[in-house]
């Protein structure tokens, strides 16, 4: 428990720190924001600080930082050391900085923000992968929250039922105005799953269960240690609770409602860090469950639903799971929500009319269905649907911190952008190697991937030196800051 300790107060320290390091660099002022001066009564609604927070915080959290972090647990005490060095300075930065940017660019959706910074053919690129994500979000964020309800209701509402359900909560939350749904019922959603967090939080402390401490080592624990190395897995297995690109196309949606530019660290870097530490406390209850039971159960939603059953009774127990059940939904809403407004964007389309809005959802979610109908064939179906979501997840991030780190090289002091460079050529490593290695992509053994994924690194390393190098030499280059 010492580790897990000063892990945890390593992330609330991370905040105060690092988050005002990176605040000064990006120097919120008092000039106004699209929230006030394009306001439509849509998407561009003001509304108070602490409930973007609420929001932003469900609309990355999903199932990522819960069942993503049990999962990444069975690597050992690396996942602590991921989660609050991976929150700190890549998950937090990569999502302030891109809030921030979209704010000064009228809440522009992230394919546009990548696109001004890394040209425009990684745009048009960026616009179709990144549409692509969100549908995939949409579909994996539904099985999972409908299945536990199911669980909830055994022999009376089956997961299909719920399915449908959850269907139509999105295409609603997704065509109304932002705050008529998501503003009034996301702080009700955000109480379950900060009571779940909270609950696991204090039981930890009151069993004091034996988990694995730094100094017992960091070797790899899992199971299939020899086919499932640390290097890439862990660092895709746990996205959401230290960097994850998704955040970064929800950024935007709260940049168009934030009133102040200095609720940008509360509201992007806050609520990261906030992820990072249900992500910290998840994985620290694993580890009990898995010395407890063994490393054998592969359904994160059974190792919830036992941990918050025999730690917070019946009524917490119910309780826990709403929250956990709320934060996919909630995550899935508003992916079909930030794919509406990307399209938009680049189809010039103004969303005041539901007409307008509703000629991009049908296709958005007649795809999405279809994708959940492949993976509701068999479990197979859904984790390979899965492991894709969670390669392009990580890959957005690497697109998303090369754009971060150019605008940082642009228009901030010398040697600034450090800050998500060294995230940059890191991610890029991690996602080359997994490609490689991984069933999905090229199958490669682990230590041939390991070199490609170096090779990608050196490679990016190299593009942006050249770039750096021209951009010096072209004093006449400029972007619109």
Not at 441 to 451: H, Y
Request: aromatic content about 14%; proline content about 5%.
């Amino acid at each position: 428990m010492i580790t897990f300790t000063l892990c945890l107060l390593a992330l609330i320290a991370g905040y105060f720190i690092y988050g005002r390091f990176v605040e000064r660099i990006m120097a919120p002022d008092n000039r106004l924001t699209p929230a006030l001066t394009q306001t439509d009564g849509m998407d561009y609604i003001p509304m108070p600080s602490w409930k973007i927070f609420m929001i932003q915080f469900l609309n990355i959290a999903g199932l990522g930082p819960i069942f993503g972090a049990i999962m990444g647990a069975k690597f050992g005490t690396s996942a602590y050391l991921w989660i609050v060095l991976g929150s700190i300075f890549a998950g937090a930065t990569h999502d302030y900085i891109a809030g921030m940017i979209s704010l000064r660019h009228n809440g522009e959706s992230l394919p546009e923000i990548i696109g001004r910074y890394l040209g425009k053919s990684t745009k048009l690129v960026m616009r179709l992968f990144t549409v692509i994500l969100m549908i995939l979000v949409g579909a994996v964020f539904v099985a999972g929250p409908a299945g536990l309800l199911a669980n909830l209701t055994p022999e009376v509402l089956s997961t299909t039922f719920w399915i449908c359900v959850i269907f139509v909560y999105y295409i609603i939350a997704t065509l109304l105005p932002i705050d008529k749904i998501i503003g009034k019922i996301y702080p009700v959603f955000g109480a379950a799953l900060l009571f779940m967090a909270a609950g696991i939080l204090a039981m930890l402390f009151v069993h004091a269960p034996a988990i694995p401490e730094l100094w017992d080592g960091m070797q790899n624990r899992h199971p299939q240690a020899a086919t499932l190395p640390i290097f890439p897995f862990m660092f895709v297995s746990i996205a959401c609770g230290a960097i994850s690109g998704f955040h970064a196309t929800q950024s935007p949606l709260m940049a168009r409602c934030l009133k102040h530019e200095r609720s940008g660290r509360p509201v992007f870097y806050g609520a990261m860090i906030a992820e990072g530490i249900v992500a910290l406390i998840w994985a620290a209850a694993a580890n009990a469950y898995f010395n407890e039971h063994g490393m054998g159960e592969t359904n994160a939603a059974v190792i919830v639903d036992s941990l918050t059953k025999n730690w917070l009774g019946v009524v917490g127990g119910v309780l826990a799971i709403l929250g956990v059940i709320a934060a996919p939904i909630t995550t899935g809403d508003t992916a079909f929500r930030s794919a509406r407004l990307m399209v938009a964007d680049f189809l010039g389309m103004s969303q005041k009319r539901m007409r307008s809005r509703l000629y991009i959802c049908i296709p958005l979610f007649l795809a999405a269905i279809a994708l959940l109908l492949y993976s509701l064939r068999d479990a197979e179906g859904f984790n390979v649907i899965w492991r894709y979501f969670a390669w392009a997840n990580q890959t957005l991030a690497v697109f998303t911190l090369w754009a971060l780190t150019v605008y940082l090289m642009l228009h901030k002091k010398k040697g600034y952008y450090y800050v998500t460079f060294f995230p940059a050529v890191f991610m890029t490593a991690v996602c080359f190697t997994y490609i490689m290695v991984a069933p999905e992509g090229f199958g490669l053994r682990p230590a041939a991937a390991g070199s490609f994924g170096g090779i990608g690194a050196i490679v990016s390393i190299l593009w942006f030196r050249i770039w750096q190098f021209r951009v010096k030499n072209k004093p006449t280059y400029q972007v619109k800051k």
